[in-house]
T-cell receptor, first 114, second 116 residues
Framework: AQSVAQPEDQVNVAEGNPLTVKCTYS??????LFWYVQYPNRGLQFLLK??????LVKGSYGFEAEFNKSQTSFHLKKPSALVSDSALYFC????????????FGAGTTVTVRA | DAGVIQSPRHEVTEMGQEVTLRCKPISGHDYLFWYRQTMMRGLELLIY????????DSGMPEDRFSAKMPNASFSTLKIQPSEPRDSAVYFC??????????????FGPGTRLTVT
């Protein structure tokens, strides 16, 4: 079975400070990992993904994530947070040997204060 | 591209009534997913289709729920009869199916269902 854990329900940072949203995963094979963001009353928007290759993945809006196989983690990062980054963030995983189902984490609410 | 289109955006109905949610996937995408989002249970996959064929409906909560995809550009999720506990936001998502599933899913804006 595949699963994702987002250990923090909420993350609060000041604008201009680094932002990190944590994610750990569990799969039986090699993982495909995704980050999505959801703004209020909107659908989920794709930010970035790790499939293979370089462990540091760059995505939309200045976000990046680092795949760490030994720690089974895929933390989302942004060097300098903006107030407009305040939203709900989801990590998702699928096992490459599995079907096309994604398992989503519970989500982390990010609040960036001015 | 217009993205994934869902209708209606909001639906308020009384317990016992039939509810039909609609989805138009992105053109060229051959996978379609229906999700439900609630505060208590988070984001749950209900069912997904490949080339209009249901592949996995293990997430469909009960026989009251049914989904169809009569063609590549249209899918419905039906609840009959509806119950207050069905109140949630229902999302449709689509993706390409090549490259071993490495493509990301694109989500629609969702339908907020309230059953009174």
């Amino acid at each position: 079975a595949q699963s994702v854990a987002q250990p923090e329900d909420q993350v609060n940072v000041a604008e201009g400070n680094p932002l990190t949203v944590k994610c750990t995963y569990s799969v039986s094979g090699n993982p495909y990992l995704f980050w999505y963001v959801q703004y209020p009353n909107r659908g989920l928007q794709f930010l970035l993904k790790y499939i293979t290759g370089d462990n540091l993945v760059k995505g939309s809006y200045g976000f990046e994530a680092e795949f760490n196989k030994s720690q089974t983690s895929f933390h989302l990062k942004k060097p300098s947070a903006l107030v407009s980054d305040s939203a709900l963030y989801f990590c998702a995983v699928r096992d490459h040997s599995n079907d096309y189902k994604l398992s989503f984490g519970a989500g982390t609410t990010v609040t960036v204060r001015a | 591209d217009a993205g994934v289109i869902q209708s209606p955006r909001h639906e308020v109905t009384e317990m016992g009534q039939e509810v039909t949610l609609r989805c138009k996937p992105i053109s060229g995408h051959d996978y379609l997913f229906w999700y439900r989002q609630t505060m208590m249970r988070g984001l749950e996959l209900l069912i997904y289709f490949n080339n209009n064929v249901p592949i996995d409906d293990s997430g469909m909560p009960e026989d009251r729920f049914s989904a169809k995809m009569p063609n590549a550009s249209f899918s419905t999720l039906k609840i009959q009869p509806s119950e207050p506990r069905d109140s949630a936001v229902y999302f449709c998502a689509s993706s390409r199916g090549l490259a071993g599933g490495t493509y990301e899913q694109y989500f629609g804006p969702g339908t907020r269902l309230t059953v009174t």
